[in-house]
């Protein structure tokens, strides 16, 4: 089966995506991982000013999923662009930046800077905190577009915005984004979650609540795609959350994904897009598919 998917301007050699913040800045992953059998790779997110993110401890297994709160530790735009951009070049996939901010003008500072550094695409990270309100500019479809309209204006580059599954109306917020001049949407992040250690009694990560990932959400991720999918048949989308096989990765392509993500599968398998694309392509083989687009939307109602 022939792995080539279009996503929006994108047309990518296969629709396996390493999440952001699960492979690092890319350039070290590459060495462990191999990039062979993915479309794209997302580096960790900046923004304009260093993040020291949350301290310890930040991850805590719960069930078949993990939480974190790392808090988008990040060196800051000027360090990212001295010490990581340099060295894309050398991952051996098309490398997407991913940009964060406080104000919608900081995500559109980081997003102009960083648009010449060898990035394919920018990829705008809603799910991070607006101090104006504590909550996410995901949840809100006015701030999310008014994010994306921002760095739509500052950039060329392709834009996706990777939306929260936590919104109350994800729909609503794709289609504010889309007008906005998103190219794509990345459905989705991780769901609020918490735990505490009964022995210690004390909360599993220091921030108490945090975002829970892995194969348990995937079936809050397809939702969501299908819902996007069946408001807005012509945006295309990324779809994220709880992919660990091929057979997930066919769900999402059939609930109407262009490429499909992968994030905390690689913490248990540095090598999980190479065993991903092995069985997406005997399920081609098996049911006759050809071309990988012709599984996007191909879900069958009863």
Known sequence: MDLTTRLGPLT???PLV?????????VDFAAVGGFGYYGAAVAKSVSENPW???PPPRLYP???GMLNGIGIQNPGIVAW???VAPRLSGAGVPVWGSVVGKTAGEFARVAAAMSGSGVTAIEVNLSCPNLESGAM???DPEAAAGVVGGVRAATSLPVGAKLSPNAADIAGVAAAVAAAGADFVVMGNTVWGAAIDIETRRP??????GGYSGAPIKPIALRAVLEVR???PDLPVVGCGGVRRGADAVEFLLAGAQAVALGTAHFADTRAGKRVARELRRYGKRHRVEVVGDLVGGWRPW
Do not use: Q
């Open 18 to 26: 390493a999440a952001s913040g699960t492979v690092g800045s890319v």
């Open 230 to 232: 069946r408001a807005l």
């Open 204 to 209: 599993g990560i220091s921030g108490v609540i």
């Open 137 to 139: 500019f995901a949840l």
């Open 62 to 64: 719960v069930g078949g």
């Open 52 to 54: 020291p993110g949350r």
């Open 81 to 83: 662009l001295a010490e």
């Open 12 to 14: 990518m050699r296969s």
